[in-house]
């Protein structure tokens, strides 16, 4: 049974930090396209950052340019998010998503066929 599992969301001031990671298990995600999205309450659910197979590519929201960094250990088959500068606006539950379809970063939801559970992530002012 494949497994993307999130960890590390929490609650956190406007200006912090957190480091997300998603924990692949059942299937091995080193040669896939992985990413993270986000959504927030009463919004639909938005691309924030991509990497490539690789991680020698990667691919970011407007919005989190400049503050996340995407990267990925292949042989921990696990993927992280570094979330700098946090706001209030980055409060949503963050998904892992795993990709079988593409090796390049993608923004798309439905490039992504397997996906976590989520981990909330509350930044207050």
């Known amino acids: 049974q494949v497994q993307l599992v999130e960890s590390g969301g929490g609650l956190v001031q406007a200006g912090g930090s957190l480091r997300l990671s998603c924990a692949a298990s059942?299937?091995?995600?080193?040669?896939?396209?992985m990413g993270w999205f986000r959504q927030a309450p009463g919004k639909e659910r938005e691309f924030v950052a991509a990497?490539?197979?690789?991680?020698?590519?990667?691919s970011y929201a407007d919005s989190v340019k400049g503050r996340f960094t995407i990267s990925r250990d292949n042989a921990e088959n696990t993927m992280y998010l570094q979330m700098n500068s946090l706001e209030p606006e980055d409060t949503a539950v963050y998904y892992c998503?795993?990709?079988?379809?593409?090796?390049?970063?993608?923004?798309?939801?439905?490039?992504?066929?397997?996906w976590g559970q989520g981990t909330q992530v509350t930044v207050s002012s």
């Open positions: 998503a795993g990709s079988t379809y593409y090796t390049r970063a993608n923004h798309r939801n439905d490039a992504y066929n397997y």
């Open positions: 059942g299937r091995t995600f080193s040669r896939n396209a």
């Open positions: 990497i490539s197979w690789t991680g020698g590519s990667t």
